[in-house]
C-alpha cells in the first residue's frame, strides 16, 4: 500500500464552491410555506448568519476560518493511499486510490463540516445546536465539535440505527451530547409518527423534522445538517482539493471518481474539484455516485422540488428524491438513508456529468470483506457501496485490458458497524428488494411546485 501525505502547510485555506462553475443556474431553496424563494431572514431562525451567506453564495472560494483550519489540523490533512494488494486480489490493470477520511476523531469525514458550522454558531452566541443523525457518524461529529467549542449538542437518532448501534450513541454521549431515538415523544412530529405507527423505525427525514421543531422552538437554538445543502458540500471540498494535491505527488490524476451517497456532501466534497477540471473541460474524468437499492434517490427517484423533512419543517428543495415520507428499509448502511440528495449534484447527474449506481447490502459487505483481507482496513457500510463501484470499475478495466486511475471515497472506518459484519459472515444479511409501488406512494405526496 503507498501512501501519499500532504504537509500542514500544504493544506487548503479556502474551500471551493462549485455554483458558479455549474453548468447552468441551481434553482433556490424555497420557503416551505410560501414556496417563494427563500431569503436570508427566512432561514435565520434555523441557521447562523455566515451559514445562510455561504449557502446562498456564489463565490467560487471561500476562506477558511483559522480558528477552523487549526482544528483541522487535529487530523488534516488526511491520507490518500493506493490499493496495491486489492488491484492484485483482483489481477487488475487499473490503480486504486482511495482518501481515507476515518482519520478524524469522529472516525469519518463529517467534522470536516461540523466543526465550522459549530465554529459559526459560536461567533453568533448561540448556546445549543440541535440536528439529526442516521448511522450516528454526523452525531457524533456534531458532538465532537460542540464540545470543543462549549456548545450544547441534541441529536435525533434514527431510531433503526439507535437501535443497532448502541455504541455511537455512547460516543455522541461521552462528548456531552444528548441523543434521542427518533421518533421520539419530545416532538409534535414525532409523537404524530408514534400514534400512527408506534413500532416506526425511523427516518432521516423524521430526524430532521424533530430537530428542526427542537431548534424553533428555542431563542438560543440554530439546526445544524449533516449533509445535502450547498455549505454542507462547500465544507467538504476540503477532501477533494487535498486529493487533488496529492494526485501530483503520484503523478497520476484518475479516470474514474466514485464516492457513497445518502446526501451527497461526502462525494461531492471529494469529487467537486475533480469536476471543476471537467467542466473547465481539461479533463474527461468520469464520476460515479454509488447508492443504496434500498434507498435509491438518484437511479429511481424524481428531480423536483421536496421537503428535506417529513413535516415539512425545513426549506424546499430542488433535488432528486423518493418523497420526503418516504420510509427506507432499516439496512445497516444508516447514513445513505436521507430520501433526497444535494441539489448540485443532482443538477450535474441530471446534466449527464454524474453517473448513478445502486447496490444491495450483501454485493458491498463481499467487497467489504476483500477490502479487509487485502489492505487491512474495515470500512463502515457507506464507504463500500463506493468500493463496490471501485471494483466494478477495476474488473472492468480488466475485461478491457487498459489500465486505469480509480479513484474512490473511504469516508468513514466500520468499528461500530461489527454487528453488521457478523450478520453478513454468518449468512444472515437481507437484501431488500423494494417495489415500485412504494416509491410511487411517497412520490404521490410531493407539493406541486411550478419549476418554470
Same mark, same amino acid.
Given at each position: ?92 490493470? =487499473? ?10 476523531? =469522529? ?284 471494483? =466494478?470499475? =477495476? ?58
Amino acid at each position: 500500500m503507498k501512501k501519499y501525505v500532504l504537509s500542514e502547510k500544504d493544506t487548503p485555506t479556502q474551500w471551493y464552491n462549485i455554483v458558479p462553475d455549474l453548468p447552468r443556474p441551481l434553482l433556490p431553496p424555497l420557503h416551505p410555506v410560501t414556496h417563494e424563494p427563500a431569503t436570508a431572514a427566512d432561514l435565520e431562525p434555523l441557521l447562523p448568519r455566515a451559514v445562510i451567506e455561504q449557502e446562498m453564495s456564489a463565490e467560487r472560494w471561500i476562506d477558511i476560518p483559522e480558528p477552523v483550519q487549526e482544528l483541522y489540523r487535529i487530523w488534516r490533512p488526511s491520507p490518500l493511499y493506493r490499493a496495491n494488494r486489492l488491484e492484485k486480489a483482483l489481477d487488475t490493470p =487499473a490503480r486504486i486510490y482511495f482518501k481515507y477520511e476515518a482519520v478524524s476523531p =469522529a472516525g469519518s469525514h463529517k467534522p470536516n463540516t461540523a466543526v465550522p458550522q459549530v465554529y459559526y454558531n459560536s461567533v453568533e452566541g448561540v448556546k445549543r445546536v440541535t440536528t439529526e443523525t442516521g448511522a450516528g457518524q454526523w452525531g457524533s461529529a456534531l458532538s465532537f465539535a460542540g464540545s470543543l467549542f462549549g456548545i450544547d449538542v441534541t441529536v435525533y437518532m434514527v431510531k433503526a440505527s439507535f437501535q443497532q448501534k448502541p455504541h455511537r450513541h455512547s460516543l455522541m454521549e461521552t462528548w456531552g451530547a444528548e441523543v434521542f431515538p427518533s421518533p421520539s415523544t419530545r416532538t409534535q412530529a414525532g409523537r404524530k409518527i408514534l400514534a400512527e405507527e408506534p413500532d416506526s423505525p425511523g427516518s432521516l427525514g423524521i430526524a430532521i423534522s424533530e430537530a428542526v421543531e427542537d431548534a424553533l422552538a428555542h431563542d438560543d437554538t440554530k439546526f445544524a445538517l449533516g449533509s445535502a445543502m450547498n455549505h454542507v458540500v462547500l465544507h467538504q471540498t476540503i477532501i477533494g482539493l487535498e486529493a487533488r494535491k496529492q494526485f501530483e505527488l503520484a503523478e497520476d490524476y484518475p479516470d474514474v471518481v466514485i464516492g457513497c451517497v445518502g446526501g451527497g456532501s461526502n462525494y461531492s466534497g471529494l469529487a467537486f474539484p475533480f469536476m471543476a477540471d471537467k467542466l473547465a473541460g481539461h479533463r474527461d474524468t468520469r464520476f460515479i455516485a454509488a447508492e443504496p437499492a434500498a434507498c435509491p434517490t438518484l437511479t429511481r427517484g424524481k428531480l423536483t422540488y421536496d421537503y428535506p423533512d417529513v413535516a415539512g419543517l425545513g426549506p424546499l428543495l430542488h433535488m432528486r428524491t423518493v418523497g420526503h415520507g418516504f420510509i427506507p428499509a432499516p439496512i445497516h448502511a444508516g447514513g445513505l438513508r436521507f430520501h433526497g440528495d444535494a441539489p448540485t449534484l443532482c443538477l450535474l447527474h441530471d446534466d449527464g456529468h454524474v453517473e448513478a449506481r445502486a447496490y444491495n447490502q450483501n454485493e458491498v459487505f463481499t467487497e467489504a470483506v476483500r477490502f479487509a483481507r487485502s489492505e487491512g482496513f474495515v470500512m463502515a457500510p457507506e464507504s463500500s457501496h463506493a468500493l463496490r463501484g471501485a471494483v =466494478a470499475e =477495476a474488473l472492468a478495466a480488466k475485461e478491457a485490458g487498459e489500465a486505469r486511475t480509480i479513484l474512490f471515497g473511504f469516508s468513514g472506518h466500520g468499528h461500530f458497524d461489527m454487528g453488521a459484519y457478523d450478520a453478513f459472515l454468518a449468512g444472515k444479511l437481507e437484501d431488500y428488494e423494494l417495489p415500485q409501488e412504494e416509491i410511487d406512494a411517497a412520490l404521490a405526496d410531493l407539493p406541486t411546485i411550478a419549476t418554470t
